[in-house]
């Protein structure tokens, strides 16, 4: 995803959240460097269509002048059995 569209999808005024949870917090610090893992859970709806997904996160944080700034970040949807 392009950051266009990422701002298009965060501006979307159409999802509806009844859950959104991030848990299962990971972090690894690599001196200027943090790698962040974790699962989420999303439930709503966008547009009359519902959806209900679970996935996996990893973020990369690197440090600048004392504060953190996200370099990358990547999500997955669970394989369903």
């Given at each position: 995803m392009t950051k266009g569209q990422l701002m298009a999808t965060t501006a979307d005024r159409s999802y509806h959240y009844?859950?959104?949870v991030s848990q299962g917090y990971r972090v690894r610090v690599y001196?200027?460097?943090a790698v962040v893992t974790g699962t989420y859970h999303e439930k709503g709806?966008?547009?009359g269509k519902?959806?209900?997904r679970r996935g996996r996160f990893t973020d990369t944080w690197l440090k600048f002048g004392?504060?953190?700034q996200c370099a990358a970040s990547h999500d997955s949807l669970a394989m369903k059995d």
């Open positions: 009844d859950v959104l001196g200027p460097v709806s966008s547009k519902h959806f209900d004392g504060g953190w």
